[in-house]
T-cell receptor, first 116, second 115 residues
Framework: DTGVSQDPRHKITKRGQNVTFRCDPISEHNRLYWYRQTLGQGPEFLTYFQNEAQLEKSRLLSDRFSAERPKGSFSTLEIQRTEQGDSAMYLC??????????????FGEGSRLTVL | DAKTTQPTSMDCAEGRAANLPCNHSTISGNEYVYWYRQIHSQGPQYIIHGLKNNETNEMASLIITEDRKSSTLILPHATLRDTAVYYCIVRVGSVLTGANSKLTFGKGITLSVRP
């Protein structure tokens, strides 16, 4: 499968623990996005990367959240000191931007986080 | 701020056409209309997009009004597997290199296809 893959698909953790999610985008895609989705809501933008550069972070991304894309390929999203309000589906998407033209976003299946 | 408005839900019979409306009265000249759908417990899936002309692909047709203030997504022969939340999104089609071209989702419309 050459789509966007996310790992793990499900994570249950206790409040206060740290968790890390990984996203492997479509190989030739230079853009990578992270979104969060809670029950009954549409996905909310968190941050995006152009290659390895993190170009924008939403105000939703508190200082407990950090995202990296060290070599411009896969990305990780870490949440430190998790809170129950962090329980959500974390979605990763990738796209190809070339010559200023924006491509469609392709989403992974998501990583569902439950904080007890 | 949401740039599109959609009904909360609708249903249709299997095998019939599903027509999903969307209002985007403040759309700018360089913004495209995108449609994504999200089947339960899966990530959003791209369906179709257009600027001002009607578009058709293997999944759906997109009809955009002449003033571009509204559009309709048409699933010509709905099946049970088309039951999902459908998101109508406006998005710039080209940006300065590096500028954010993110998708901004609303709550979408829940389509239920009944047998």
């Amino acid at each position: 499968d050459t789509g966007v893959s996310q790992d793990p698909r499900h994570k249950i953790t206790k409040r206060g623990q740290n968790v890390t999610f990984r996203c492997d985008p479509i190989s030739e895609h230079n853009r990578l996005y992270w979104y969060r989705q809670t029950l009954g809501q549409g996905p909310e933008f968190l941050t995006y990367f152009q290659n390895e550069a993190q170009l924008e972070k939403s105000r939703l991304l508190s200082d407990r959240f950090s995202a990296e894309r060290p070599k411009g390929s896969f990305s990780t999203l870490e949440i430190q000191r998790t809170e129950q309000g962090d329980s959500a589906m974390y979605l990763c998407a990738s796209s190809l931007e070339a010559g200023g033209r924006t491509g469609e976003l392709f989403f992974g299946e998501g990583s569902r986080l439950t904080v007890l | 701020d949401a740039k599109t408005t959609q009904p909360t839900s609708m249903d249709c019979a299997e095998g019939r056409a599903a027509n999903l409306p969307c209002n985007h009265s403040t759309i700018s000249g360089n913004e495209y209309v995108y449609w994504y759908r999200q089947i339960h417990s899966q990530g959003p899936q791209y369906i179709i997009h257009g600027l001002k002309n009607n578009e058709t692909n293997e999944m759906a047709s997109l009809i955009i009004t002449e003033d571009r203030k509204s559009s309709t997504l048409i699933l010509p022969h709905a099946t049970l597997r088309d039951t999902a939340v459908y998101y109508c999104i406006v998005r710039v089609g080209s940006v300065l290199t590096g500028a954010n071209s993110k998708l901004t989702f609303g709550k979408g419309i829940t389509l239920s296809v009944r047998p």
